[in-house]
């Protein structure tokens, strides 16, 4: 049976979920999701009140396939994904940001998780990389600013609630959710609707080691 993994997006800069270049990736941050999410399962990011869109639908993603890090930074498909920090918006928030070293180390490009001289932040680091992989899609919808509201009556059927941390249901608990989302934006389906929330302050961080955004 598939699951449904909700939870409330905090940050959204274009980069967790990533929905450029014609597949949405979660490559960072949410490490419990990723490390458990299998193909077929949902994931929906609800807007939160610090991007002012409590009850709204951020994106929504079917897995439709994982990748480890460092399957996703060899393949020549996802080399768009990695960040250029001095380039376009989309460029600045790539999500492509972990390899190995020759020894087996964690490579951080410089990116929105690393510090802003382009080191890495241990802190982001540890809980990226705990994920253990990376998830992608294409059968996703995403909204950004654009966040449509989620009539109350779905969210109620599934029991959900605006809090921290993510939570996971049935795919039978949320059959009015997705109902609603794959019926009234069928015709959506695998495009950016709109920029994301946060997008104008691309060239911003997020510090794991002070847990704030540095602009």
């Given amino acids: 049976m598939a699951k449904v993994y909700i939870?409330?997006?905090?940050?959204?800069?274009g980069f967790a979920p990533n929905p450029f270049h014609g597949v949405c990736t979660l490559a960072?941050?949410?490490p419990d999701i990723r490390r458990v999410a299998r193909e077929g399962d949902w994931v929906v990011g609800m807007g939160g009140i610090a991007l002012n869109a409590v009850g709204r639908c951020v994106f929504a993603m079917q897995v439709t396939t994982s990748l480890t890090f460092e399957e996703y930074w060899t393949d020549p498909e996802y080399r768009r994904k990695r960040p250029v920090r001095n380039g376009s918006l989309r460029a600045m928030v790539g999500d492509n940001i972990y390899h190995r070293d020759d020894d087996g180390g964690w490579i951080q490009e410089d990116s929105h998780h690393s510090r802003p001289d382009g080191t890495p932040d241990p802190?982001?680091?540890k809980t990226d990389t705990s994920g253990k992989r990376v998830l992608l899609s294409r059968?996703?919808?995403y909204f950004g600013r654009e966040a449509p509201l989620v009539p109350a009556e779905f969210l109620a059927e599934a029991g959900y609630?605006?809090?921290?941390?993510h939570r996971t249901f049935?795919?039978?608990?949320?059959?009015?959710l997705i109902g609603w989302l794959t019926r009234q934006f069928a015709a959506?389906?695998?495009?950016v609707l709109a920029d994301p929330c946060q997008f104008d302050e691309g060239s911003a961080r997020y510090s794991g080691e002070r847990g704030r955004i540095l602009r």
Avoid: P
């Fill in 7 to 13: 939870y409330v997006v905090a940050r959204d800069f």
């Fill in 139 to 141: 059968r996703f919808l």
């Fill in 28 to 30: 960072t941050c949410k």
């Fill in 188 to 191: 959506d389906f695998n495009q």
């Fill in 170 to 176: 049935e795919l039978e608990q949320c059959a009015g």
């Fill in 123 to 125: 802190q982001n680091m």
């Fill in 161 to 165: 609630r605006n809090i921290r941390r």
